[in-house]
């Protein structure tokens, strides 16, 4: 029996190859995703590990609440004394290590994209945590050694100047040495060295040091040591071996990573779902064709459970066949991405591809899975098949499904799945679980209209068939076809609809996004100009705002900073800090207590907070709220003012002075400064100045207007929506391919009936014709079911973002091209199997039996 | 009553009987279409006799067939099959009861596409589980003339061929019952006489008992025992004479 299997299967060659491709792409998407997270993340492991080679015992501050950036806070040089009269440290150093940018003569960045860039201090030989390929380590104090890739990439060589930015103004340094990092390429990161009391000057951290890197006296284990020197060193520093500093180092890349993952597995997850609606009607019309051969079985002995298995093992082999097809696609797509990523400036660390048992284990299984959940009902109605169809002349079978017992199902399933989306927007359960349960709801709607829709297909396709119908009989016949089987029309059409509305939904939510920025920036920024780091992203020194408001023209410059803390009762919230004597200059806020005067008004340990934060946290105005800094501090603010919530919160949830900012939550640089220019003055004028005047000091710092930043913005929601719809495509060309295949197979069904019509006189062109109209009215039917469940969902979500000041939009031109693009591509599946049946030799298909 | 009906005297050869029928009534529909497929019909058959059941379209005669074979239930009455009820079996007793005791020979061949004569001959033992005794199989191809054919898929095969490799695929297991409906029904005068030849060579070689529907005279004509139906009683049950006998018989019927 298994032999027949295998041989029905190769039989269906072309059959089985399309129902494996609805599985290829996600398996595809899966083990890519795998092989791409381990790679990067066992190349980071080298790296660390390699850096931490001779590094017996590092110190660093403990990260009390993680920020955007991920660095730690520096920490008092004065430990480093105490280190070093421990018994059994033979060397210690104390090491800057931060965020800066590095330049080239020119003021061009030597990065690579978004990677960042660091400054650090060099070590003792032993301690130093790169090779040195070329030259020698920075002595004097204009001295810089930078890794070899970024010198490369910008063409620089030993002798050569280059920029350093920190938390200052840019500064030239003689290139004197060129430096590997742990063997493997960084990324696009790059890294320059100076000597310690440059590096601490320049990243803003005289006094303090980021790290210090200790090795052991022969003889002394790195955990003794470490044991000893923790009993010395204060107990908010983090005390670890070299080893253990790796490895936490690694992880923490690991977590920063997994949001990357994450979002890939999503998106094969949803090319699967969809994958199983194609195995699912392949599956289906399979075993409707195979009705007699399946009562021929029963009746020479063939028990149910071995139909249910013939059909099972089928699902089973295509899986096997789809995973490892799968898998070895995905580590081509690993390949591919990675080069994708670095095309785009996200360079990832590369080494030879990881590609773990977990990875082959785990595609198999969700391959497989897949495969046979799928065809599991399938497979049941097969044995359901009595063998006294052996004799019955009609070979597809009816359906028997009762229309009350679908209605209920998929009712039930549909409050079910609605009801898990309303208790997330309803009580705000934020993270995974959240998302998880969005999710499980929506699927649960999906799968509710699946199985409801069949009983929609006939009204759906007589209204968008009837244009086609005009076109003449072709285009009625057409209508009619897409009719007669609404099950199989359905499963098709709710494939592409998954896709079609998540399609739907991003669009919806991008263009709110869009012009929800637009909204804040035309009505908050009361600044024509903006000052802001490289992509936006990184910070500014603030001298850069001191600057701007020396220049003729400007009548105000007012820098704002970021930390992100931890608010007690509240979690993790951001929070902003303004200049209060400037800021009701360059931004207009909206009040719920208090008024622009507070802003001004702000000293010590006083805080403006968010409508969002007072709610949760009962706030008002003369209350006091308990907020933990990054450093580990503990800080007390009161509440001088509460913001109207629709701000889009762009300040964050908690606003303090400059100054509170940077006595107890140690920032010094500003996030991004916004310039007020003298009435009557043309801006565009102002920014040229501005421009000229920080070509020198602060080459890194954007100048911008209202609309570049607008358009700068817009451009990052777009970059990002362009990859979603690219990682939405997959799912989408699947259900194309399940409109493919089941057009395919209906022809073969209807063999003698295209041939009763070529017989009387149809041509091959009608025919082509017929089929086409029938591919697009069910692609538009899907179309059309995505573009309103897309809406609906994107409505819904959007119900408790609206009080952040967060409006939906509508891009109706958007949407309905759309549609007519999902039309053509319905125009696009239907060429092979038109081609098919109009190929059909009329003698044969009549005697078709 | 069950006994007075095995003492009943059957027309044909003789044996022990395999099949019982009594009371066989099978109903479609209800009040206005109500449709009486069979109405009261008692029948036995014996080892060893090859059975033509006719009758005119709608008389029946199917519906016996399939009834007989366990194909369908009856709305009441009994079958039993070598002393085994039949009628109250669940699915799993049936494929049994199948896969041991009945074979079956369609009109439209029903052969697997995929699978040569010789694995669509040896199919229902592959069911089974049980290994194919190679001597029997190799007669049984030789027998029904397809030792240069047996790799050879359905589809380069003639539909007489077919029709016979579906006649080889229902003895191998030497059913107790081998059922035919309308085995020549879709094959030509040549093809029909090879396959017909087949089944009366079965019952007189090995003893094999056939029960076949037709409507074609001459097949009928073949058997040893002639059972006619008519808006479903049995209206006749005889040794057939001769073909132009038979077609007498069925203008009567008509």
Partial sequence: MLSLTFKNLWARKWRSLMTAIAVIFGIALVAGTYVLTDTTNGAFNDIFVGANENTDVAITSKQQVAQEDGSNPAFSASVLKKVRTVDGVRLASGDIFSQGAILDADGDSTGGGFAPQFIASSSPEELESVEYVKGRKARGADESALDEAAAERSGLDLGDTILLVGTGKARPFTLVGLTRLGGASFGGTSIAQVTLPVAQQ????????????????????????????????PADLLVETGAENADRQASEIRDNLSFLSIALLAFAAISLFVGSFVIFNVFSITVAQRTREFGMLRTLGAGRSQILRTVLVEGLLIGLFASFVGILVGIGLAQGLSALLSAVGAELPSKTLVIATRTIVVSLVIGVGVT????????????????????????????????????????????????????????????????????????????????????????????????????????????????????????????????????????????????????????????????????????????????????????????????????????????????????????????????????????????????????AAGLSVGDSLEVLSKTGKTVELTTTGVLASGNLEFLGDIIVSQQEMERDFGVDVDFFALVRTNPGLEVGEVQQRIDDAFQK????????????????????????????????????????????????????????????????????????????????????????????LGVIFAFLIGIPLEGDGFALSYPVPVLATIVVITAFAGVLAAIYPARKASKLDVLEAVSYE | MESTLQETPQPGASGATIITASGLTKIYGEGEAEVRALDGV????????????????????????????????????????????????????????????????????????????????????????????????????????????????????????????????????????????????????????????????????????VIMVTHEPDSAAIGDRLIALRDGKLVHDAPPVSADAVIELLKTLA
């Fill in chain 1, 372 to 615: 046979l959940v799928a065809s599991l009902l399938p497979a049941l109605r097969a044995t359901r098949v009595p063998p006294i169809a052996a004799l019955s002349e009609t070979l597809v079978a009816k359906s028997n499904s009762r229309v009350w017992l679908r209605g209920l199902i998929s009712g039930l399933l549909a409050v079910i799945g609605l009801a898990l989306i309303a208790s997330v927007l309803i009580s705000g359960t934020d993270g995974g679980t959240g998302a998880a349960r969005i999710g499980g709801g929506a699927i649960a709607v999906v799968i509710a209209i699946s199985i409801f829709s069949p009983q929609l297909v006939r009204p759906m396709a007589s209204v968008i068939g009837a244009p086609l119908q005009r076109l003449g009989l072709t285009g009625k016949l057409a209508r009619e076809n897409s009719q007669r089987n609404p099950s199989r029309t359905a499963v098709t059409s709710a494939a592409l609809m998954i896709g079609l509305a998540l399609v739907t939904f991003v669009t919806i939510f991008a263009s709110g996004l869009n012009s929800s920025v637009t909204d804040v920036i035309d009505s908050n920024l009361k600044g024509e100009i903006i000052l802001q780091g490289p992509g936006g992203f990184n910070p500014i020194p603030p001298e850069a705002a001191e600057l701007a408001s020396s220049i003729p023209g400007v009548e105000a410059a007012s820098g704002i900073r970021f930390s992100n803390v931890k608010v007690t009762g509240a979690g993790g919230r951001s929070l902003s800090s303004v200049q209060p004597e400037s800021v009701n200059q360059v931004i207009e806020l909206e009040w719920q207590e208090g008024s622009a005067e507070d802003l001004t008004r702000l000293s010590g340990q006083e805080a403006v907070v968010s409508a969002g934060l007072a709610d």
């Fill in chain 1, 202 to 233: 320049l990243t803003g951290e005289q006094g303090r040091f980021d790290q210090i890197t200790i090795a052991a006296d022969d003889g002394v284990s790195p955990e003794e040591l470490r044991d000893r020197i923790r009993d010395v060193v």
């Fill in chain 2, 42 to 209: 008692d029948v036995s058959f014996n080892k060893g006799v090859y059975t033509s059941i006719m009758g005119p379209s709608g008389s029946g005669k199917s519906t016996l067939m399939h009834i007989l074979a366990g194909l369908d239930t009856p709305t009441t009455g009994s079958v039993e099959v070598e002393g085994t009820e039949i009628t109250g079996l669940d699915d799993g007793d049936l494929t049994r009861l199948r896969r041991d005791k009945l074979g079956f020979v369609f009109q439209f061949f029903n052969l697997l596409p995929v699978l040569s004569a010789e694995e669509n001959i040896v199919l229902p033992l592959s069911i089974a589980g049980r290994k194919p005794e190679q001597d029997w199989v190799d007669e049984l191809i030789s027998r029904v003339g397809l030792q240069d054919r047996r790799g050879h898929r359905p589809s380069e095969l003639s539909g007489g061929q077919q029709q016979r490799v579906a006649v080889a695929r229902a003895l191998v297991t030497r059913p107790t019952v081998l059922f035919a409906d309308e085995p020549t029904g879709n094959l030509d005068s040549k093809a029909s006489h090879d396959v017909l030849e087949l089944l009366r060579g079965s019952v007189d070689d090995y003893g094999q008992t």
């Fill in chain 1, 697 to 788: 000091p602060f080459p890194t710092v954007d100048v911008l207007n209202q609309q570049e930043l607008k358009d700068n913005q817009r451009q990052q929601i777009n970059t990002l929506l362009a990859m979603i719809y690219v990682l939405l495509a997959l799912a989408v060309v699947v259900s194309l391919v399940g409109i493919v295949v089941t057009l395919i197979l209906s022809i073969y069904e209807r063999t003698r009936e295209l041939g009763m019509l070529r017989s009387i006189g149809m041509s091959r062109r009608q025919v082509r014709r017929m089929i086409r109209y029938e591919a697009v009215i069910t692609a538009v039917l899907g179309a059309i079911a995505g573009l309103i």
